[in-house]
C-alpha cells in the first residue's frame, strides 16, 4: 500500500492536538468500490480503523446483504484525523486533507466512489448536496485529475437516528455492489 497511507501531518493545529493517531484508510490498494466518509470518530481514533462501531456495524451490514465483504471494499474518510467533539471537519480542513484523499483516490483506481454522508459528497462533488433525494445517484466529478464515477449514500448513522433512513442507506449499498462485477471487474449497471 505504498503511497496510501499517511504517516506524519501537521497541517491542521487543532486536529493535531485531538487525535490519538492518523487514522488511514482501509482494504485493498486496487478495490472496486471506495467508501469515503467524512472524518474519524471517538472509536476509529482509538482503534486506527475508520467506520467502526456503531456506524461501521450497519456498514459492515449493508454490504453483507448487498454480497460484499468488508474486506472486498476500500474504506477511507476525507479528514484522517478526529476533530474535537466529534464535529464536522472544517473547511480548511477538508483543503488540508485533499491531497491525502486524492492521492488514495489516484492510486486505487475505483469503479466507484461511494460518499456515506453529506460531508463527503459536497466535498468531492463541490457543491450543496441534498443527501436524502440524491442517495443512490451517481455522477462523474473530475476527481484527481480523472473523471470519476461518484455514487451518493446517506451515513449509516442516519440510520440509526432516523429508521426511514434504512432503505435509502441499504438501496444505495445495493446499487453500489450491483455496479462492479467482482469477478471480472466490468461495470455491470448501463452508463449513468
Do not use: W
Not at 488540508?96 to 461511494?114: F, G, M, T
Not at 457543491?127 to 451517481?138: I, K, L, P
Request: aromatic residues 4%.
Amino acid at each position: 500500500m505504498d503511497g496510501l497511507d499517511v504517516t506524519d501531518c501537521q497541517r491542521c493545529a487543532g486536529l493535531v492536538d485531538s487525535r490519538s493517531r492518523i487514522v488511514n484508510g482501509t482494504g485493498p490498494a486496487d478495490a472496486d468500490l471506495l467508501f469515503v466518509g467524512e472524518a474519524p470518530g471517538a472509536q476509529e481514533d482509538e482503534q486506527g480503523e475508520p467506520f467502526v462501531g456503531r456506524s461501521g456495524d450497519v456498514l459492515d451490514d449493508a454490504l453483507m446483504d448487498a454480497g460484499l465483504d468488508r474486506g472486498d471494499v476500500r474504506i477511507t474518510n476525507c479528514v484522517r484525523c478526529r476533530p474535537p467533539d466529534n464535529r464536522d471537519p472544517h473547511k480548511e480542513e477538508l483543503a488540508n486533507c485533499r491531497p491525502y484523499l486524492e492521492r488514495e483516490i489516484d492510486l486505487v483506481d475505483p469503479e466507484l466512489i461511494v460518499t456515506l454522508g453529506k460531508v463527503p459528497a459536497q466535498h468531492l462533488l463541490e457543491r450543496d448536496v441534498a443527501v436524502t433525494s440524491e442517495a443512490g445517484q451517481v455522477f462523474d466529478p473530475e476527481i484527481a485529475g480523472a473523471r470519476r464515477e461518484l455514487l451518493v449514500c446517506v451515513h449509516p448513522a442516519a440510520t440509526l437516528y432516523d429508521r426511514s433512513q434504512e432503505d435509502t442507506f441499504t438501496d444505495a449499498i445495493a446499487t453500489a455492489a450491483d455496479y462492479t462485477d467482482e469477478e471480472s471487474g466490468q461495470r455491470r449497471l448501463g452508463d449513468y
